[in-house]
């Protein structure tokens, strides 16, 4: 069965420091993967999503992904965080299982971002 | 602007209640889905539709109900079966299940939370 693992449910950096949100997978084919960010009180947003074409993945924000096979990891990274980048993030895996795409999503990684 | 719009923020449930969310889309999209969010958690997946007049439950049906009328409105009935409705609950669409298969990507509403008087 799919599942996806986020490793760290708080994560604290400085700002202007990097920022490194931990996505594992497991998936019995080729997977689907996505980072959705959620602000406070708010709705989830598309950060970026792979789908094969390409194992570096960039998104929005500064925000880019690695997928790596061997690993079953799709981590997120940002060079430098900023303030406006504290918000809670979502790894998720696309499933297509009776005749639907599911999305299963990890618990979530909360990331603050200190002065 | 097309998006998803969910009505209303907040919502207050009496005990023996029940009470529906509005979720709207003008995306054109074939197919919604209802997610339920707990602190600390994954969203959930309640129910989904793939096309008007169709439904099917997720993980965690029991105490919802939903209904799927037209194409743009998906709304979520939160029964009094429903023990602990306590949660922010999250609509969301895609453009068309049939189409694209594995990899489509869901658009989400802004969210309603749900709170028990």
């Known amino acids: 069965a799919q599942s996806v693992t986020q490793l760290g449910s708080h994560v604290s950096v400085s700002e202007g420091a990097l920022v490194l949100l931990r996505c594992n997978y497991s998936s019995s084919v080729p997977p689907y993967l996505f980072w959705y960010v959620q602000y406070p009180n708010q709705g989830l947003q598309l950060l970026l999503k792979?789908?094969?074409?390409?194992?570096l993945v960039k998104g929005i924000n500064g925000f880019e992904a690695e997928f790596k096979k061997s690993e079953t990891s799709f981590h997120l990274t940002k060079p430098s965080a900023h303030m406006s980048d504290a918000a809670e993030y979502f790894c998720?895996?696309?499933?297509?299982?009776?005749?639907?795409?599911?999305?299963?999503f990890g618990a979530g990684t909360r990331l603050a971002v200190h002065p | 602007d097309g998006g998803i719009t969910q009505s209303p923020k907040y919502l207050f449930r009496k005990e023996g209640q029940n009470v529906t969310l509005s979720c709207e889309q003008n995306l054109n999209h074939d197919a919604m889905y209802w997610y339920r969010q707990d602190p600390g958690q994954g969203l959930r997946l309640i129910y989904y539709?793939?096309?008007?007049?169709?439904?099917q439950k997720g993980d965690i049906a029991e105490g919802y109900s939903v209904s799927r009328e037209k194409k743009e409105s998906f709304p979520l009935t939160v029964t009094s079966a429903q023990k602990n409705p306590t949660a922010f609950y999250l609509c969301?669409?895609?453009?068309?299940?049939?189409?694209?298969?594995?990899?489509?990507?869901?658009?989400f509403g802004p969210g309603t939370r749900l709170l028990v008087l």
């Open positions: 792979y789908t094969s074409a390409a194992t």
């Open positions: 539709s793939q096309i008007v007049n169709d439904f």
């Open positions: 969301a669409s895609s453009i068309d299940f049939r189409g694209q298969g594995p990899g489509e990507t869901q658009y």
């Open positions: 998720a895996v696309s499933v297509f299982s009776g005749g639907y795409n599911k999305l299963i």
